[in-house]
């Protein structure tokens, strides 16, 4: 069965599309299925790789028709799909919102059609409301990038931990919130970044027992992310070094059932995420 990952923040621009452009294409790289899903109405996700085969529909049709078909987009990254975002005005929220079933409806229907993948990474828009709802509902897994900056990573801290709770009851109908791993995004100084997640164990997270989980792996602020996004390519065949290297910690220490596999494509030499990608 596929795992769904979603990348989540209650803040707007703090990293999420990134992470989940870059995170999804290494995974493919590696030899893994992966679907991707735009659940922001801004589409930065769904265009972020070139398309090499449109579906007729994204994710509107997903979720208001209830099928896959013709919903997903095949990108040119080997091993990735897309189910891009087709919402421009947001009618999708209203009609999530209004539709009895709306929130747990995106789980069912990734559920559904996983058999084709290994994993299924959804980006959100930084804002709460239904649609950012189904996306968390339909994770097995939450990521969410932190600002190293204390101010900032307190009140996200104290959103996310809202949002948690907010959808906690959905359990009750067969929706569970999943963990949540928070990761140190964007950070200029390791020495900070340690220090910020000394801070956030410390205080904000004791009191979710458990569910939230601020990892080890940072990943840093470099303008390899920019330059990479600018060509459309993943960060990690642009910049085989640093980038390569915290992308990789970050996916063996979300998926530890991949580091192996993710450690040694790290350490075979240049050219060799073709071979991966068509593995
Ligand atoms: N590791 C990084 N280092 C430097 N810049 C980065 C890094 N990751 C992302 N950026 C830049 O930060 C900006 C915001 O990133 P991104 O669009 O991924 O955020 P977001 O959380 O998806 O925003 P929104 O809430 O608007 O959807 C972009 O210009 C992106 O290129
Ligand atoms: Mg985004």
């Known amino acids: 069965m596929a795992l769904t990952l979603t990348i989540v923040s209650t803040k707007g621009g703090v990293g999420k599309t990134t992470l989940a452009a870059n995170l999804a294409a290494l995974l493919a790289d590696i030899g893994q299925r992966v679907l991707l899903v735009d659940a922001d109405p ?60 709306g929130r747990v409806r995106l789980r069912h229907l990734l559920r559904r059609i996983d058999g084709r993948y290994d994993l299924i990474i959804v980006d959100t828009q930084g804002a709460v409301g239904p649609l950012q709802d189904a996306a968390v509902l339909a994770a097995d897994l939450l990521v969410s990038p932190i600002p190293p900056e204390i101010l900032s990573a307190r009140e996200f801290a104290r959103g996310t931990l809202a949002m948690l709770e907010r959808l906690r009851p959905m359990a009750a109908l067969g929706a569970p919130v999943g963990p949540l791993r928070g990761v140190i995004y964007r950070v200029d100084r390791t020495r900070d970044a340690r220090g910020i997640a000394g801070e956030l164990r410390k205080e904000s997270y004791a009191e979710s027992r458990g569910g939230i989980t601020i990892l080890d792996a940072v990943i840093p602020a470099s303008v390899a992310f920019r330059e990479a996004a600018t060509r459309r390519e993943p960060v990690h065949r642009w910049d085989r070094g640093r980038s390569l290297e915290a992308m990789t910690a970050l996916g063996a220490e979300l998926l530890p059932h991949l580091s192996e596999d993710l450690f040694r494509f790290a350490a075979a030499p240049k050219g060799a995420e073709q071979e991966g990608g068509e593995a």
């Open 42 to 101: 801004q589409p930065t996700l769904s265009s972020y790789y070139p398309i090499a085969d449109f579906a007729a529909g994204g994710l509107t049709r997903l979720i208001v028709d209830a099928s896959a078909e013709g919903t997903v987009s095949r990108t040119h990254i080997a091993n990735l799909d897309i189910v891009v975002s087709d919402d421009p005005e947001g009618r999708l929220q209203n009609w999530i919102l209004h539709t009895p079933d």
